[in-house]
T-cell receptor, first 114, second 111 residues
Framework: DTAVSQTPKYLVTQMGNDKSIKCEQN?????MYWYKQDSKKFLKIMFS???????INETVPNRFSPKSPDKAHLNLHINSLELGDSAVYFC?????????????FGPGTRLTVT | SQQGEEDPQALSIQEGENATMNCSYK?????LQWYRQNSGRGLVHLIL?????REKHSGRLRVTLDTSKKSSSLLITASRAADTASYFC???????????FGKGNQVVVIP
């Protein structure tokens, strides 16, 4: 299936731990994104990579570090997790040169920090 | 950063009725889009309307854009139970390269 996939789907962890979320797309897109959706369903962009280069870096704590090993993958590593990091994290991708704003979203990773 | 703001927040309708939701924004935009999110799923792109367009159709969807009022509406005609979802508008401001999402409208279609 052509899609954007994320792992894991659910992540429950304790404060202070370090965790990673992985994202992969097989759509041939050149741009990938991480979004955070809070409990009120407000969706905010965190990062974007185009051809493995960081092009968007919103005001996000430096505990969050994205990494793009290639155009098809964008991982998110979070250090020293805090209660406020609990949210649903969505990966998305798009083909920047034709339509960067038609983004394809993954199913989300629900992170719960206890 | 600029955000789209949908109004109303929640809508409950009978199957077959039309559903209308609105979105307002604050700055000049390049385009505006609508996305759907089913419960527990990622967002799905529905339709994009450019700043020089006033109306666009896609199947049962009709989107309007009024740049003078900085507002957009999404109309779903002949709603179905499968249309039950949250609907988000997202804008791309002029000179910007990112989507700014609004809070979302919850639409419940009762069979």
């Amino acid at each position: 299936d052509t899609a954007v996939s994320q792992t894991p789907k659910y992540l429950v962890t304790q404060m202070g731990n370090d965790k990673s979320i992985k994202c992969e797309q097989n759509l041939g897109h050149d741009t990938m994104y991480w979004y955070k959706q809070d409990s009120k369903k407000f969706l905010k962009i965190m990062f974007s990579y185009n051809n493995k280069e960081l092009i968007i870096n919103e005001t996000v704590p430096n505990r969050f570090s994205p990494k793009s090993p290639d155009k098809a993958h964008l991982n998110l590593h979070i250090n020293s997790l805090e209660l406020g990091d609990s949210a649903v994290y969505f990966c998305a991708s798009s083909l920047f040169r034709t339509n960067p704003y038609e983004q394809y979203f993954g199913p989300g990773t629900r992170l719960t920090v206890t | 950063s600029q955000q789209g703001e949908e109004d109303p927040q929640a809508l409950s309708i009978q199957e077959g009725e039309n559903a209308t939701m609105n979105c307002s924004y604050k700055t000049s935009i390049n385009n505006l889009q609508w996305y759907r999110q089913n419960s527990g799923r990622g967002l799905v792109h529905l339709i994009l309307i450019r700043s020089n367009e006033r109306e666009k159709h896609s199947g049962r969807l009709r989107v309007t854009l009024d740049t003078s009022k900085k507002s957009s509406s999404l109309l779903i005609t002949a709603s179905r139970a499968a249309d039950t979802a949250s609907y988000f508008c997202a804008t791309v401001a002029r000179g910007n390269n990112r989507l700014a999402f609004g809070k979302g409208n919850q639409v419940v279609v009762i069979p």
